[in-house]
């Protein structure tokens, strides 16, 4: 079964006519707390259990489940954990809550953070740069420091699997935050 996509205009809408919906937010706390959809519920992926989420929050064929992270990627993974428990109620929101907020749907703002995306961008330059330099004035092989990286952010294009990524999420900085399911 494909994963159901839906326009962030469409959710609301949903929403505003009494449609018994849950908006499920699936990124990390911090980037939560940053910003969300108003009515938003957080369950970060690395957390989540679809059959006890689906059971606290009446998700089921009268209560579809709406997922959301910060452009669709995490929300999609989260869809398949959905489907493989088999609870195929999911809607994930095209273009994420990047894209509820470009189209002046209500969000809350809270504390900003760096999001887990640039977070990954800022270490992969940072280290394609130190392996530049450390190669060119400590040992010509600090350079196979800039092509691990290259090496990875290409697996990670090919795969949608990004190892910085997900080492970053488990950092203290973006650890912080409420509690699963708190707004």
Do not use: Y
Request: charged share 20%.
């Amino acid at each position: 079964m494909g994963i159901a996509l839906i326009r962030p205009s469409e959710a609301e809408e949903r929403r505003r006519k009494g449609e018994a919906l849950c908006l499920l937010d699936v990124r990390s706390p911090a980037e939560f707390r940053s910003v969300h959809a108003t009515g938003a519920k957080l369950v970060p992926l690395d957390k989540l259990q679809p059959r006890k989420v689906a059971a606290e929050m009446g998700i089921g064929e009268r209560q579809p489940v709406i997922l959301l992270c910060a452009g669709g990627n995490r929300a999609r993974k989260a869809a398949e954990k959905f489907h493989a428990e088999g609870i195929p109620h999911c809607l994930v929101v095209e273009g994420g809550t990047q894209a509820w907020e470009a189209a002046g749907l209500p969000v809350v703002r809270g504390k900003g953070m760096i999001s887990i995306e640039r977070q990954v961008r800022i270490g992969a330059g940072t280290m394609v740069l130190a392996g530049i330099l450390l190669g060119f004035w400590v040992n010509p092989l600090w350079v196979f420091l800039s092509g691990l990286v290259g090496a990875g952010l290409i697996f990670a294009g090919i795969t949608d699997w990004c190892g910085m990524g997900l080492v970053l999420a488990k950092m203290p900085w973006n650890r912080s935050g409420p509690p699963a399911g708190r707004p």
